[in-house]
C-alpha cells in the first residue's frame, strides 16, 4: 500500500471587513494499491474524523483498500469515519478492519 498526503487550504472570498465567508483546511491522503485508490480528507478542526471521499473502483464500505486506511488512520488517532454515501451527504461508517 502506497501512501501520499497533501496539505490544503480553502479560504474562499474574503468581504471587505476582512472575513472570510469560509475556511477549510487540512489534509487529503490518498491510498493506493495497484489500480485501486481511496481518498481520505482531515480537517485541522477535527482531526478525530476521516472523510472517505472516493475509490478508484466500488464503493468504499466494500474496499480492501479502505479497510487498510482505516487501520493506518487509526493508528495515528483518528476515531470516526465518514463516507460519501449515494445521496452526496456523509453518512457514518462503522468499518470492519483487517
Request: net charge negative.
Amino acid at each position: 500500500m502506497r501512501i501520499e498526503v497533501a496539505h490544503f487550504a480553502d479560504d474562499g472570498s474574503q468581504e471587505s471587513a476582512g472575513l472570510y465567508d469560509y475556511s477549510y483546511e487540512g489534509d487529503t491522503y490518498t491510498f493506493s494499491d495497484g489500480d485501486e485508490r481511496v481518498t481520505v480528507r482531515i480537517y485541522v478542526d477535527n482531526p478525530h474524523e476521516a472523510f472517505f471521499m472516493a475509490t478508484g473502483s466500488g464503493p468504499v464500505r466494500q474496499s480492501r483498500l479502505a479497510a487498510q486506511a482505516v487501520a493506518h488512520l487509526s493508528q495515528t488517532g483518528v476515531e470516526t469515519f465518514l463516507y460519501l454515501g449515494p445521496s452526496g451527504a456523509y453518512e457514518a461508517w462503522t468499518p470492519l478492519t483487517e
